[in-house]
């Protein structure tokens, strides 16, 4: 490990661009802009991995696995080199809940309870209501992704390591103890790894929720 980072930080006054209290906020709001970008790219992208669905909502379901905090350390670990100890997984936690208790999680419910209501059937009008709430619920997934990109560009400590895949698997372990999870789901989330984390830098880009 090559020492202790505080992530992004935000734009230097009397840098090029950042000369005044304007542009210092023009320049992070494009930089917010771009991470959001990039980060949700990342997540559609890797979601649709074969088998990564099966484990990540598995993991949100049986063990109260944030899906969108492990995708975030995957691609934290991926793009940057850098992996979050306990304190900085429980920081994302906070800057996440208000959105997931309030927005992800009811919304959530009621989705699954229509599609259940539903059953099988097909008709396009019975359908509207669960499609809906699809679209609602993918909205909201966004605004996690919001909250979290806040604090990173904000503070959140990061050690800096050599090797892709040992970064994201030394965050997701730091979220298991965290919790804590059984080592049934620390053996899922070394699995996701494997097959989530390209080693030579990723790439960027389905609903994240089940």
């Not at 850098?82 to 009621?110: F, H, K, M, W, Y």
């Not at 979290?148 to 050690?159: A, V």
Request: aromatic share 6%; net charge negative.
């Amino acid at each position: 490990m090559a020492g202790q980072d505080h992530g992004i930080e935000p734009p230097v006054a009397g840098a090029p661009g950042g000369s005044s209290a304007g542009c210092e906020e023009r320049d992070l709001s494009r930089r917010r802009a771009v991470l959001e970008q990039q980060f949700w790219r990342y997540s559609v992208e890797r979601y649709a991995r074969p088998h990564m669905q099966t484990l990540l909502l598995g993991l949100q379901d049986h063990y109260r696995f944030d899906v969108n905090i492990i995708l975030f350390c995957l691609w934290l670990g991926e793009t940057q080199r850098a992996t979050l100890d306990r304190d900085g997984i429980e920081a994302l936690r906070r800057s996440a809940a208000p959105v997931n208790d309030n927005l992800v999680a009811p919304v959530r419910s009621a989705r699954r309870w229509v599609k259940g209501w539903m059953g099988g059937g097909t008709d396009k009008a019975d359908r509207a209501p669960y499609e809906a709430l699809k679209a609602a619920e993918l909205s909201c997934e966004k605004l996690v992704q919001r909250a979290l990109i806040e604090q990173l560009i904000h503070g959140l400590p990061q050690i800096r390591v050599e090797d892709a895949k040992l970064a994201a698997t030394s965050s997701l372990e730091a979220y298991a103890e965290l919790l804590p999870a059984d080592p049934d789901a620390v053996s899922q989330l070394r699995e996701l790894v494997a097959r989530a984390v390209d080693q030579d830098g990723g790439s960027a880009g389905s609903c994240l929720g089940g």
